[in-house]
């Protein structure tokens, strides 16, 4: 069983910097590869990053590359993403998502098991 749980979202002004943090309670952390979700009102979960589990490969939807950096420290039990050069479109809740299936492409929700809760972002313009 994987519990996680985000933190660090907020209000933030467009063009502003957020990082988002993913903490892990579970065993073997550096056996699951993770990923970041996001949610807009009225809107389905739309994928927005994800890294392997040694952390040597990060994949971003190209609604974020370039601003976005998904790390993981395993040590820690804890991935996180950080996002810049914030966009009122950016607003959402963002999940951190856990899956141990071997795979690489792992861009839709149903490619993972275990979910956060979730953590607000608001981008104000």
């Known amino acids: 069983q994987v519990q996680l749980v985000e933190s660090g979202g907020g209000l933030v002004q467009a063009g502003g910097s957020l990082r988002l943090s993913c903490a892990s309670s579970?065993?073997?952390?550096?056996?699951?590869?993770l990923g970041w979700f996001r949610q807009a009102p009225g809107k389905e979960r739309e994928y927005a990053a994800h890294?392997?589990?040694?952390?040597?490969?990060?994949y971003y939807a190209d609604s974020v590359k370039g601003r976005f950096t998904i790390s993981r420290d395993n040590a820690k039990n804890t991935v996180y993403l950080q996002m810049n050069n914030l966009k009122p479109e950016d607003t959402a809740v963002y999940y951190c998502?856990?899956?141990?299936?071997?795979?690489?492409?792992?861009?839709?929700?149903?490619?993972?098991?275990?979910w956060g809760r979730g953590t607000q972002v608001t981008v104000s313009s």
């Open positions: 998502a856990a899956d141990s299936a071997l795979r690489v492409l792992r861009i839709r929700p149903e490619d993972y098991t275990y």
């Open positions: 579970g065993r073997a952390f550096s056996s699951y590869a």
């Open positions: 890294i392997s589990r040694g952390g040597g490969a990060t």
